[in-house]
Each structure stands twice: as C-alpha cells, then as structure tokens.
C-alpha cells in the first residue's frame, strides 16, 4: 500500500472523516462525503438481508451488568470492555456485543419450530475498550457500528443456514471488488478464556468444516482465534502492506442460547433448543469502508461515490442549462454537483473532479441541441449524447451498482 492509499491520509485528504481531541482517540466522526458512503453500503446490505429473508430490529447499546454476566462476556471477554457505570442501584455497560440483545429479543415471547429459521439482523453500535496503541483510523477504532446478524434454528437447520451466510458473504464482497485473502476456521486456544464445553466446541468446529468444505472454498485452521463461545469462519483481508484482517463472520453457537434459556415447540409438542448462527456480512462498518477507501484510492463506484456526476457548463451563457439539468438528476437521486467557469478554467475544473465517475460538458452547441459531451473517469470522451439518454444511462449505471462508469 502507497502512502497515496492509506485511508487515513485519503480520509482526511477527501474529506471523508476526521478525529478530535476534544472528541477521544479511537472515534472518528463521519463528514458528509463519508457518510454518503456509508450510508450507500448500508442501504445495500440492508437491503440484501431482507431480500436473504432477514427481519431488521433496533436494540440499545447498554445494558445492565447482569445481561453480560448472564451471555459469558463479563467472564470471558470483560478486559475488553468499558467500566460498568452506576444508575441507583443497576450497574449497566456499554455493550461488547449485539448477541445478548438478540437472545433477548427471540426469548420474548413463545416460538415454534415453524418460525424457523429466525433470521435477526441489525445494523447498530457496540463498544471495545481498545488501548491507544492499537488505535488507527477507521480500522481500529473504540465505537463500532457492526453490520450483526443471528440467525435462531433448529439442530438440523445449523449447516445450511452457516453455507447460506457465508454465501451472502461472497455476494456482497462480489459486488463490491473485496478479495479475500483467506478463510479461517478459528478455533480455541489454551487458556481460561473460553467456555468450558468441549462436546459443544467439537460439534460447532465440525459443523463449520463441513460447510467450508462444502463450500470448495480453501481454510486454515487456527487455534487461539475463536470467539469465546465457539468457532468461526472468519473471512480475512488485507491492505496494500500485506496487513490482515477480519472483516465477515460466520460462528455457530450452542452456549448462548443455553444461558438465555431460549426454547421453541417442536413438531412433537416438546421444548426443545435452538441453535444461534451468529454473521457478520461486511463486519465492523469502520473497516469496510477503510478497505474500500484503499482499495479504490477514492475513485469509488458511482453508486458508493460522493458525487456521482458533474456538470461542467463551458461558459456563463450554459449555466442555466446546466442548472436546470442538475435538477433532473436530483429527481433520479443522482447526487451531482454543477462546477461552472468562476471556479477556473474547464481543464481546471476537469481535473478537480477526477474522481467522480461521470462529468458532461455543456457547450453552446449541447445547450442549443439538448446535448451533452460526456466524459469518463478513464479519460474516455464518448460523441455527444442527449442530456436525457445521457442522464438515463447514468441513472441505470448506477442502480445496477457497476464497478466502472460506463455508457455502453
């Protein structure tokens, strides 16, 4: 990785996001740039979970100590989460983890086994005490917004909705240029940090093997690397200096829901438990779109880009129609920007907006005839087009999610 494609210095240089002082290391806020990048990707992959049969819920980031103590994260994981704080005589925690929540929200009311597999997903924020050193941008931060999902199923239910995640996985990371580096099997080390289960560890481990090799998808296997509760698939990337990372997971988990007491009425009229698959299709937000930002040096997809389109009128007297047309593409939810002849000349105002996908110059010949002279981010400068058919195309590029601009 250049030091041009460190999204640190891209964030700050595009004005994607920035940090404080006053604000705290390890939370960075989100300019209006980033956030429409951010919110781009969310949007998808909300809404490919609901197409994938996920319901979306809303939970809150705190919860009383005993949730915690309850899940095994008090036991297990709690060096990695911030103090309790006091409310009267409560003790509540921002929380590590959405998956308590979750088990809380399935043991609301009675289930059955025809309502499964139920598939939960939220898009919310969980809290990781990380030490300042670790600390880095976007990838390493101390506020989370985790792309979560658990999916509550039957014992045989497990295998296929594990393959159906990591599915969704590889779905997601197509569309958006994502190479994987390697998949992992992440299993338990040495040490007091896990729960004692080795019959239930044994089972998850083969459950997650088998759908890894059903996958026909290459793993390592490695000890030391799984969750607490259980063993992961875990989908690892890497930036331009070879660093790895975790960004998509896929766990089975037999503790929880034996801690949360979670049942449902099987077709024999008997109580019987479920089985929790936890994913994560793009992870940790922060990092997601830390990859992107280096992956793509800034020059993103239009559908993920800032602006997506700029209008470039040769002179004061195509202004007007420029104007007019950037109000068209408002209608399409295009987001354009008009770049007129008081900020330079055209070649000026060209290069500034290298980045976008899309520029159109309006001449006095296109303003006369309704057209426009198109120019792509890879210098290509198809004939003149009608502004309409144009903007059309643009549009269906766009919805489409392609990875290039495009007129074709």
């Known amino acids: 990785m250049t030091a041009?494609?460190?999204?640190?210095?891209?964030?700050?240089?595009?004005?994607?996001?920035?940090?404080?002082?006053?604000?705290?290391?390890?939370?960075?806020?989100?300019?209006?740039?980033?956030?429409?990048i951010r919110h781009e990707l969310e949007e998808y992959v909300r809404d490919l979970e609901r197409r994938a049969g996920y319901r979306h819920v809303y939970s809150p980031v705190l919860g009383k100590r005993e949730l915690y103590e309850r899940s095994g994260h008090w036991a297990h994981y709690r060096e990695d989460m911030f103090p309790p704080m006091r409310l009267g005589a409560e003790e509540v925690v921002l929380r590590p983890s959405l998956c308590?929540?979750?088990?809380?929200?399935?043991r609301s009311r009675a289930r059955s086994y025809r309502e499964l597999p139920l598939r939960l997903a939220e898009l919310g924020g969980m809290y990781r005490s990380e030490l300042s050193g670790v600390l880095g941008g976007l990838t390493r931060v101390r506020a989370i917004q985790l792309n979560d999902g658990h999916v509550f199923c039957t014992p045989d239910q497990v295998a296929d909705e594990a393959a159906r995640a990591l599915e969704l996985i590889r779905e997601v990371y197509a569309v958006l240029g994502i190479e994987p580096v390697r998949y992992r099997l992440s299993l338990p080390g040495e040490g007091g940090k896990y729960v004692a289960a080795p019959e239930l560890w044994d089972r998850s481990a083969r459950l997650l093997t088998e759908v890894l090799e059903k996958s026909g998808l290459p793993f390592e296997a490695q000890r030391g690397e799984a969750a607490f509760y259980g063993p992961?698939?875990?989908?690892?990337?890497?930036?331009?200096?070879?660093?790895?990372?975790?960004?998509?997971?896929?766990?089975?988990?037999?503790?929880?829901?034996?801690?949360?007491?979670?049942?449902?009425?099987?077709?024999?009229?008997?109580?019987h438990r479920p089985v929790m698959v936890h994913r994560a299709v793009i992870g940790s937000v922060e990092r997601a779109v830390a990859h992107l930002i280096e992956l793509y040096g800034g020059a993103f997809p239009a559908w993920l880009a800032p602006v997506q389109l700029v209008l470039l009128p040769l002179s004061e007297a195509e202004l007007g129609r420029a104007e007019e047309l950037a109000g068209r593409c408002l209608e399409l939810g295009l987001r354009v920007e008009v770049a007129g002849?008081?900020?330079?000349?055209?070649?000026?105002?060209?290069?500034?907006?290298?980045l976008a996908p899309y520029q159109a110059v309006i001449g006095a010949r296109e303003a006369a005839e309704g057209l426009v002279a198109?120019?792509?981010?890879?210098?290509?400068?198809?004939?003149?087009?009608?502004?309409?058919a144009f903007v059309a195309r643009v549009a269906a590029g766009v919805a489409a999610r392609e990875r290039e601009p495009s007129l074709d």
């Open 4 to 36: 041009q494609h460190d999204h640190r210095r891209l964030g700050r240089e595009l004005a994607l996001f920035d940090t404080d002082p006053m604000i705290g290391a390890g939370l960075p806020y989100w300019l209006p740039d980033g956030a429409v």
């Open 100 to 106: 308590p929540h979750h088990a809380v929200i399935y």
């Open 341 to 354: 002849p008081e900020q330079g000349s055209l070649g000026a105002r060209v290069r500034a907006a290298r």
């Open 374 to 388: 198109p120019r792509l981010r890879d210098g290509c400068r198809p004939s003149p087009l009608p502004a309409d």
């Open 232 to 271: 992961k698939i875990d989908v690892q990337i890497a930036d331009g200096a070879g660093r790895e990372a975790t960004l998509s997971t896929v766990q089975v988990d037999f503790h929880q829901p034996e801690q949360f007491g979670l049942e449902y009425v099987g077709a024999d009229g008997g109580r």
